[in-house]
């Protein structure tokens, strides 16, 4: 059982440790390209993405689901709030700032959403 909590301390601290880059690469994959290099240089960056994004479900690692769902304060962060209304009823999370992600049940980092109050 040691083992075990060693293991999954250390995963914690380096899913921690890489969310940075992971949010760096899909802002990357964001920016629109002109020419055949920025494609080329495009493609490789999203290759290191979806190995990145297939080694942290391997470890337990993933995205707390956030857009469009009802607004959990152990899952998300509000920071920022607009008017409810037909299109976005009460507590409802109309746009998400920064992914979060949990490792198996626990929260590495909350999402930072906006919700409608």
Same mark, same amino acid.
């Given at each position: ?7 999954? =301390?250390?995963? $914690? ?13 899909? /802002? ?11 494609? /080329?240089?495009?493609?490789? =960056? ?6 990145? /994004? ?6 337990? =690692?993933?995205? =707390? ?5 009802t607004f959990d304060p152990t899952l998300h962060q509000a920071v920022q ?6 299109e976005y009823p009460a507590d409802s999370i109309v746009q998400v700032l $920064?992914?979060?992600?949990k490792l198996h049940d626990r929260v590495l980092r909350p999402s930072m ?5």
């Amino acid at each position: 059982a040691n083992i075990n909590s060693c293991s999954f =301390i250390a995963t $914690q601290d380096l899913g921690k440790k890489l969310l940075t880059s992971l949010d760096n690469l899909e /802002r990357a994959m964001a920016i629109e390209v002109s020419d055949e290099q920025g494609a /080329r240089l495009k493609k490789g =960056i999203e290759m290191v993405l979806e190995s990145m /994004r297939r080694a942290f479900k391997e470890e337990g =690692i993933e995205e =707390i689901p956030a857009e469009g769902v009802t607004f959990d304060p152990t899952l998300h962060q509000a920071v920022q709030t607009i008017p409810a209304n037909d299109e976005y009823p009460a507590d409802s999370i109309v746009q998400v700032l $920064q992914k979060g992600y949990k490792l198996h049940d626990r929260v590495l980092r909350p999402s930072m959403v906006v919700v409608a109050q």
